[in-house]
Nanobody, 116 residues
C-alpha cells in the first residue's frame, strides 16, 4: 500500500523553526522527485520546494528562499522540510508529494500555524 505520512507540524511563534518529515512506504521513494506544497485557508495549493530524484537539485518558491531547506534520506525513505524564520504568512497545511512517470502520491497534510 502506497503511503506518504507527514509529521512535525504545530504552533510556533514568528521567527521560530519547525522541521517537517515525510515518510514514504509502498514504493521506491528514491526514484521519485519529492516536493512540499502548502495550502492556506481560502487560497490555492502552492509549491513550496522540490528536490529531484537525480543529483538532488533543489528549487524553492521565492517566498521561502533563504528560510526553508528541503532534503531527503533515500535510505530511510524520508523527506524533510526545515523551516526557519517562520512568518505568520507561512501558516498553512503542508503536504508532501512524490512524483515520477509511474505515479503521483500525496500525504494527508500537517498543519503549521505561526502566531504569537
Amino acid at each position: 500500500q502506497v503511503q506518504l505520512v507527514e509529521s512535525g507540524g504545530g504552533l510556533v511563534q514568528p521567527g521560530g523553526s519547525l522541521r517537517l518529515s515525510c515518510v514514504a512506504s509502498g514504493f521506491t521513494f528514491g526514484s521519485y522527485t519529492m516536493s512540499w506544497y502548502r495550502q492556506a485557508p481560502g487560497k490555492e495549493r502552492e509549491l513550496v520546494a522540490t528536490i529531484r530524484r537525480i543529483y538532488g537539485n533543489r528549487n524553492y518558491a521565492d517566498s521561502v528562499k533563504g528560510r526553508f531547506t528541503i532534503s531527503r534520506d533515500n535510505a530511510k525513505n524520508t523527506g524533510y522540510l526545515q523551516m526557519d524564520s517562520l512568518k505568520p504568512e507561512d501558516t498553512a497545511v503542508y503536504y508532501c508529494n512524490a512524483r515520477a512517470p509511474g505515479g503521483d502520491y500525496w500525504g494527508q497534510g500537517t498543519q503549521v500555524t505561526v502566531s504569537s
